[in-house]
């Protein structure tokens, strides 16, 4: 992709998320851009460097170590990008991202936090975290079970049982939620769902009030608008970015 082409993208990424912000009365600069370069090759991160862009976001473990690796090796060390990890996490790849991810949006379960935790310990890292939560309740989503936070007290006491575990691990910073919008549902149903996400932030600040739940990672190309309707901080953007993956 040339440049100008990911200027453009940008330019009207920006627009819509400056006129989404002024709707629901927030500022544009409260909202994180985190550009995701999933699949695609590091000559285009490094043209999405130079069109301005410096949050990147990958899904797998391997591929942000390895794009990581070799960025820095073309711009320096010293570059200002920031790395998002946000894609579902297997126990047996946590070294990779506690070594090379600056945040990690899609912290899913207790015992991938105790493996990343471990390894930040012996490197003397800190991970700045997010709790995935599945408010859908689809199966092909990842995350805390929230289908039915408000209605369910037990699923309720389960959620501040695990978040209690990994709050107590000191190299693992939780400091919001994440979660992913169901496929092919009517916009109104996509709201609903952001519009819980936040309304479960807001339970979990008055109930777990040692943790700061101040980001809130949600949106994508087709429904960032809604999610900054809702209070999102942090939109994962790639095709409106960089167009259609192969
Ligand atoms: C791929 C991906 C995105 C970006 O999706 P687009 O529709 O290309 O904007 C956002 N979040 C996650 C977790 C993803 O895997």
Redesign the pocket.
């Known amino acids: 992709m040339l440049v100008e082409q990911i200027v453009e993208n940008y330019r009207i990424v920006q627009e819509r998320v400056v006129r989404a912000a002024e709707r629901a009365g927030i500022s544009p600069e409260t909202i994180t851009l985190v550009a995701?370069t999933?699949t695609h090759p590091v000559e285009l991160l490094l043209t999405a460097y130079q069109a301005g862009l410096r949050h990147f976001?990958e899904?797998r473990a391997e591929e942000l170590a390895f794009k990581r690796q070799a960025v820095e090796k073309a711009l320096g060390a010293e570059n200002g990008i920031v790395w998002h990890a946000?894609?579902t996490l297997q126990s047996r790849k946590a070294d990779w991202i506690a070594d090379y991810a600056d945040w990690f949006?899609?912290l899913d379960r207790v015992k991938i936090a105790h493996r990343l935790s471990k390894r930040l310990m012996e490197n003397g890292r800190k991970l700045p975290a997010l709790l995935e939560v599945n408010l859908s309740g689809e199966e092909s989503k990842a995350g805390f079970d929230c289908q039915n936070w408000e209605t369910d007290p037990a699923q309720r006491q389960k959620l501040l049982t695990e978040v209690e575990q990994i709050a107590r691990l000191p190299h693992i910073q939780l400091t919001g939620l994440m979660t992913?919008a169901p496929w092919h549902v009517p916009a109104s149903d996509i709201q609903t769902i952001f519009q819980r996400t936040h309304a479960l932030q807001t339970w979990l600040r008055e109930n777990v009030p040692s943790i700061p739940w101040s980001h809130l990672s949600m949106g994508?190309?087709?429904d960032f608008e809604l999610a900054i309707a809702a209070g999102a901080t942090h939109i994962?953007?790639?095709?409106?970015l960089f167009g259609e993956?192969a």
């Not at 994962?236 to 409106?240: F, L, N, Q, S, Y």
């Open positions: 995701v999933k976001g899904n946000i894609g949006h899609a992913i994508m190309t087709d994962r953007v790639g095709r409106a993956r």
